[in-house]
């Protein structure tokens, strides 16, 4: 049973440039949570999604987006990259609403913008 | 702002005792209280929950307490072993609105043989 899968692992953007990132859930979730954590740090909560729609929010620019799709895979989306975005992006699952078996993560994509 | 804290400064142990990792937050009022580990260059890996309601929770060698007067909880790794080196991050969820789950800086242990 594979777990959360996240494309690509690795990516080097340029500053100004748009990047999707992808995440397919573990089988049998419903519920995806992105997470952005820089070197040292915790993973910083970006946004939830379920149902298709985003049903929380953290701290973040309008230039970080998402979607949800049926088959309940999501995508990540930033625009006009800038040097701070350079972080690993985790990907988490769960079955809504998540809190009694905790979220199961993928290895991330390690972004870097220069 | 609702915050999180962990040690920041790395725990270093002996193997065979016991690891005891701290989680301190301030204004907010988790219903669920998780730690996950996490290794290098890895996404964390979900270890326990404990609820607002519970004090204890056990998971063979991992003991997890959560004192909601004090908003600390305790994470405790009996007999350690070089293998449970790690980072272990604490994360709150409360019950409003979906669940969010916010994570602390997460403490670096490192166990020598």
């Known amino acids: 049973d594979a777990g959360v899968t996240q494309s690509p692992t690795h990516l080097i953007k340029t500053r100004g440039q748009q990047v999707t990132l992808r995440c397919s859930p573990k089988s049998g979730h419903d519920t995806v949570s992105w997470y952005q954590q820089a070197l040292g740090q915790g993973p910083q909560f970006i946004f939830q999604?379920?149902?298709?729609?985003?049903?929380q929010r953290g701290n973040f620019p309008d230039r970080f987006s998402g979607h949800q799709f049926p088959n309940y895979s999501s995508e990540l989306n930033v625009n006009a990259l800038l040097l701070g975005d350079s972080a690993l992006y985790l990907c988490?699952?769960?079955?809504?609403?998540?809190?009694?078996?905790?979220?199961?993560f993928g290895s991330g994509t390690r972004l870097t913008v220069v | 702002s609702q915050k999180i804290e962990q040690n920041s400064e790395a725990l270093n142990i002996q193997e065979g005792k016991t690891a005891t990792l701290t989680c301190n937050y301030t204004n907010y009022s988790p219903a669920y209280l998780q730690w996950y580990r996490q290794d290098p260059g890895r996404g964390p890996v979900f270890l326990l929950l404990?609820?607002?309601?519970?004090k204890e929770k056990r998971k063979e060698r991992l003991k997890v307490t959560f004192d909601t007067t004090l908003k600390q909880s305790l994470f405790h790794i009996t007999a350690s072993q070089p293998a449970d080196s790690a980072t272990y991050l604490c994360a709150l969820a409360s019950n409003t609105g979906g669940f969010k789950t916010i994570f602390g800086a997460g403490t670096r242990l490192f166990v020598k043989a």
């Open positions: 404990i609820r607002e309601n519970e």
């Open positions: 988490a699952s769960s079955l809504d609403p998540g809190v009694n078996y905790g979220y199961t």
């Open positions: 999604y379920y149902e298709e729609e985003e049903r």
